[in-house]
């Protein structure tokens, strides 16, 4: 029925009053509360807002070093040091960050292979095999010195064209934090779900931010530039455009904070005294950025290089100090995508608050990171000097025949019987070929691109090392082959003595390290003078043996090779191979499992979708009928059985093996219809399925519930397992039954075929588990926002979060009377700039005089001497918001606004 | 072939042999840099002049030597740790213009005992000292390596060996990686036949 409708305003007398006070204004982006299918999803995006995790160990110990050089005090210029170090790095990526966004140093692509800047490309393929390259810094610099004012046109540089250059308006656009302690202020890793009290902490903390956080460049002496957390929000006005090109925009701050940090003025700006010689800090094993949240800076990819790096998280625990990464030989970062699988997230797993003060965490992170980056480091340095060495010294042929005559004795004393034993059981597990322990693994090292990086100023090379390693394997396990033979260690009253094994070897053969430091001490065996020695001239003295025999020098080659097969599993997290900054995922777990599909955030929501299809076909079939039937479908996820390891391009990238999604049948035979009994029995070759036949919980008392392990979509919220169910059983159950009842009923009645109670009660179902399904809140990806200033706003006006705002802050906007009032509020103030400061909900009058409601709200603020009326569409939870499009929807009450609006056109 | 920025202060009273030095000096600008200072006697007078065209003294900027403050270089934690394994003086340098070639046209630094690159033992300790006077003996504490850049300023080799002699004068000594000895023995002598 048509109504005219005449347009009165009514202000809407909430008692809370739509005043939307601004408090003193943080700079933090909003907080993107997501649960482990929105993180999932967030892993391909790339993030707004970082850490950069400085460690002022370098700095602080050059300074130091420095002042006891020049007769100073040399504790307080190391303080000063590592203080000029913080804000250097802090001030170098701020300034890159904002030269990129506003256009004035070009975006330098991720992905080459669609890349016009043939310059660039030209060098990258140059480069391809170096970690440092002279023709890029080169490059760099001509590009650094036109942002600086050149002068040249960017497309004498390079073929650079629009594509390559940010345009967002020039002003600092990076809000930097210094954070003192970790809070709410960083919920987003601490909550999967927006409540009352999220928003209370989050409005505390902010109240109180001078507890938590500072400005980034402070010189407070107080704070702590050993370790600290730096935070860095971008301001970014279009965010769809910036997932786009965000993942170039990182890695374009990425070298060029490498490549500006020894070539720009800016670091000697910030340290007026130490600015020279920090050019000489190794940045990159100084520093590392990481995602504030879910979101990344590199997009994941299923190759070792990012589950490598990503491996680091597990450093940043506050037990993180017995990692796999310090085993003798690791099984490598897949092993924890595979095997550990889902897992929480966002429950400040990373134990950020549980440390008082955020430089705590990063000293414990940074201690557990540099601790096995030394062990590491150490271990492929001290392979490729003994590789070196003995390749340097003798041939294969040569040691081996030097093994000969100590393998083959004719008598062999207990401790000889041990040497031997140690070096045929390494030799086994570390090069021969029909055991394959590890043989294949240590050929493949070598093709890896990453570890020939490593030998760069060696003189044996990877390859020569590995052809060595395999000479001499050979010709030993050929030796330990005769010794079985001969059963040399099948004597009465001998047991070898198992502390003497290598730590690699003991780990490998689950042997218990020796009980005492004295029991692990277990020397090789000399048998003579030392085969080999540092200074030929001094054969004696202490420390100048390199092998005390050939059984050792073998066995260090073995072990040469067993470390660099161990240190290959995580080289590109911890050896020093790239010219930029790490930036691993920390506090998002999913970006690994995502990348390798271990984890699918939408095979929930598909799976609800087809279970919805297929339970109305199951209802158009059954439903109106007095058959007794019912069929159940459901899905089972894909699983990732195992990454299979392939080198392409000197790289090891992971082939996920997956188990296809199966859909699971099961067919239920509802008696009720038959027998008006409240009976069914299910047939399905899976006993414990999660179904129900009932329309309600809690009526079913009796019905089959064999728990078998092999659940789909789990228990607790949403739980993900895949495992396959171990147990197969039919079975029944006699219940009261609701639709038995209702078909019964229309069988009684005169037996027609149409059965509308029971149609309505199978549809009820379908739609009932539809959105009991949609509903599961780890699955179904979910995404929440806080705006940090509209939270405190809220808090200050109400002394308290009401619960009517609840869902308004978690949807990223500020509290009004309803939803869709408050994101047009936000809207007005995107669209003008300006802030809210007083709202009314539009109504409208009938010719009957019946208020109803309208879309639309009456605004003041300062954009306009007046009131502004802004109209849109909106659905009840607000997520369909949308504006009309002329004049953002907002039409001026008075002259003053309709003229700042433009649409004034006619004057009045 | 780099190029090396000399800059040149007059010393008027000072002269002494052919001496190669390095400490700190605090820049007009406020900046410490490491500099190299080459002073020269009458008798080399003519190596200060081919240096920087001054007769007596020559003094010059380090350049920054990438990743060395640090303990990424593996050729750093080497000389630093076990530089008298794996390095043996292979001849003493005759002829000083090859040095002062040296010093004038490459990329080098010059590290000492108490080296701010030093990451690996105690600065100025005992350790690094007595690796040192393995090459310098009683001088070790004076002693300088030079070790040359690569191109992109990452320590790429050891060069010399600079030690103070008796007169005070700079003896550059070159180097090379030391061949690991075969314990006396001959490859070609099997001694260790029967040992049970």
């Not at chain 1, 390290?513 to 003295?541: C, E, H, N, Y």
């Not at chain 1, 072990?559 to 161990?566: E, P």
């Not at chain 1, 002329?886 to 609006?901: A, E």
């Not at chain 2, 008798?43 to 020559?58: E, M």
Request: charged letters at 20%; glycine letters at 6%.
């Amino acid at each position: 029925m048509a109504k005219s409708l005449i347009l009165s305003l009514l202000v809407f007398g909430m008692a809370t009053g739509a005043f939307a006070q601004v408090a003193s204004p943080t700079a933090l982006n909003k907080l993107r509360i997501t649960n482990r299918a929105q993180c999932a999803v967030d892993s391909e995006i790339p993030t707004e807002s970082a850490f950069i995790v400085v460690d002022g160990y370098n700095a602080g110990k050059m300074v130091y070093s420095l002042g006891k050089n020049i007769g100073a005090n040399a504790e307080t210029m190391s303080t000063e040091g590592m203080q000029q170090f913080r804000i250097a790095v802090t001030r170098l990526t701020k300034v890159i960050m904002n030269k990129l966004m506003a256009g004035q140093l070009p975006l330098l692509p991720t992905n080459l292979k669609n890349s016009p800047l043939t310059g660039y490309n030209a060098i990258a393929e140059k480069c391809q095999n170096k970690t440092y390259c002279p023709e890029l810094n080169g490059y760099l610099s001509k590009i650094w010195d036109n942002s600086e004012g050149a002068g040249l046109r960017w497309e004498s540089l390079d073929k650079f064209n629009g594509n390559h250059f940010m345009s967002m308006k020039k002003t600092d656009r990076v809000a930097c934090f210094y954070v003192k302690r970790f809070s709410a202020l960083q919920e987003q890793l601490n909550s999967v779900e927006v409540d009352k009290s999220v928003l209370l902490s989050v409005a505390q903390a902010a109240l109180a931010k001078e507890k938590y956080l500072t400005d980034c460049e402070s010189a407070d002496t107080t704070l702590d530039s050993r370790n600290s957390i730096i935070q860095l929000d971008l301001k970014i006005p279009r965010a769809a455009e910036f997932s786009s090109m965000g993942f170039d925009f990182w890695n374009s701050v990425k070298i060029y904070l490498s490549f500006a940090w020894r070539y720009s003025n800016i670091p000697l700006q910030v340290a007026p005294e130490y600015g020279q010689m920090f050019r000489s800090i190794a940045l990159e094993e100084s520093i590392m950025m990481i995602p504030n949240g879910c979101k990344s800076i590199e997009k994941p990819e299923c190759d070792a290089a990012t589950l490598s790096m990503n491996s680091i998280r597990e450093l940043a625990r506050p037990d993180g100090d017995n990692t796999e990464h310090k085993k003798e030989v690791p099984r490598g970062p897949e092993d924890d995508v595979v095997n550990r699988g889902a897992r929480d997230v966002n429950d400040d797993f990373l134990g950020t608050r549980s440390f008082d003060d955020a430089s705590d965490w990063v000293e414990n992170f940074r201690k557990n990171y540099v601790s096995a980056r030394g062990s590491m480091k150490n271990r492929v340095q001290s392979a490729i000097q003994f590789l070196n060495i003995i390749g340097g010294a003798m041939t294969p042929a040569e040691l081996t025949e030097f093994v000969r005559p100590l393998a083959f004795a004719k008598t062999y004393s207990s401790q000889h019987r041990d040497e031997l034993y140690y070096l045929c059981t390494e030799a086994r597990l570390a090069g021969d070929q029909r055991l394959d322990f590890m043989k294949t693994g240590i050929d493949k090292v070598q093709q890896l691109e990453v570890m020939q990086r490593s030998f760069q100023g060696s003189q044996v090379q990877l390859a020569d090392a590995t052809r060595y390693f395999d000479k001499v394997a050979e010709n030993i396990v050929s030796f330990c082959d005769s010794l079985e033979r001969e059963k040399i260690w099948n004597v009465s009253g001998y047991t070898v003595n198992r502390s003497g094994f290598h730590a690699w070897a003991r780990e490998l053969l689950q042997i218990a390290p020796p009980a005492t430091i004295a029991a692990a001490d277990v020397q090789p065996m000399k048998f003579g003078a030392p085969l080999l020695v540092w200074d030929a001239s001094r054969v004696s003295d202490p420390g100048n043996s390199i092998c005390a025999s050939a059984i050792d020098c073998s066995r260090k080659l073995i072990k040469s090779m067993v470390d660099l097969y161990a240190v290959a599993k995580y080289a590109d997290a911890f050896l020093p191979v790239n010219s930029t900054v790490s930036t691993p995922d920390v506090f998002n777990p999913y970006a690994d499992l995502k990348a390798c599909k271990v984890y699918d955030p939408w095979f929930q929501t598909r799976r609800a979708n087809k279970r919805l299809v297929a339970d109305l076909a199951s209802t158009a079939l059954f439903g109106w009928n007095a058959l007794p039937l019912y069929i159940d479908v459901d899905f089972k996820p894909p699983k990732v059985t195992s990454l299979n390891a392939l080198i392409r391009n000197g790289a090891v990238k992971f082939d996920p093996k997956i188990q296809k999604e199966k859909m699971e049948v099961a067919l239920l035979a509802d008696f009720g219809p038959l027998l008006g009994a409240p009976c069914a029995v299910s047939i399905a070759p899976n006993s414990a399925k999660d179904f129900s036949f009932y329309a309600f919980n809690g009526i079913s008392v009796n019905y089959c519930k064999i728990r078998d392990g092999g659940d789909v979509v789990g228990r607790s919220p949403g739980e993900m397992v895949s495992t396959p169910p171990n147990s197969k059983s039919y079975c029944g159950g006699c219940s009261i039954n609701f639709v038995g009842v209702a078909g019964g009923a229309a069988v009684s009645s005169g037996g027609m075929p149409l059965n509308p109670i029971k149609l309505g009660v199978y549809l009820f179902r379908s739609i009932h588990r539809y959105i009991t399904a949609k509903k599961d809140k780890v699955n179904i990806p979910r995404l929440q926002e806080i705006d940090v200033n509209q939270v405190v706003a809220t808090y200050k006006r109400y002394g308290g979060i009401p619960d009517h705002c609840v869902d308004q802050l978690g949807a990223g906007v500020g509290c009004y009377q309803n939803i869709c009032a408050a994101k047009a509020a936000d809207y007005f103030e995107r669209y003008t700039g300006e802030k809210v400061k007083h709202l009314e909900l539009e109504e409208l009058t009938d010719g009957n005089g019946n208020i109803v409601p309208s879309s639309g709200v009456i605004i003041q603020s300062d954009y306009c001497d007046g009131k502004v009326r802004v109209r849109y569409s909106c659905s009840e939870d607000g997520k369909k918001f949308k504006t009309f499009e002329k004049f953002g929807g907002m039409y001026g009450m008075s002259k003053d606004c309709r003229q700042t609006i433009g649409h004034n056109i006619w004057g009045f | 072939m780099g190029v090396l920025l000399i800059s040149v202060f007059l010393i008027a009273n000072q002269a002494s042999a052919f001496l190669v030095e390095s400490s700190y000096m605090k820049q007009a600008g406020g900046q410490y840099v490491k500099v190299t200072k080459v002073t020269c006697d009458t008798a080399s007078s003519s190596d200060c002049q081919t240096l920087c065209q001054n007769p007596t003294t020559c003094q010059r900027s380090e350049p920054y030597c990438r990743n060395c403050a640090g303990t990424t270089s593996p050729l750093l934690r080497q000389l630093f740790t076990e530089i008298s394994k794996s390095y043996a003086i292979s001849q003493e340098l005759n002829d000083r213009q090859m040095l002062v070639k040296y010093l004038a046209t490459e990329k080098y630094v010059l590290l000492d005992i108490k080296s701010v690159f030093n990451y690996y033992t105690p600065v100025g300790g005992e350790a690094f000292g007595k690796e040192l006077g393995f090459f310098c003996g009683d001088a070790a504490e004076s002693a300088l390596l030079a070790v040359k850049l690569d191109e992109v300023h990452q320590p790429m080799a050891l060069s010399y060996v600079l030690c103070r002699n008796n007169i005070g004068q700079t003896s550059a000594f070159e180097v090379k990686p030391r061949q690991p000895g075969m314990g006396n023995r001959p490859l070609t002598s099997p001694l260790i036949f029967n040992l049970n």
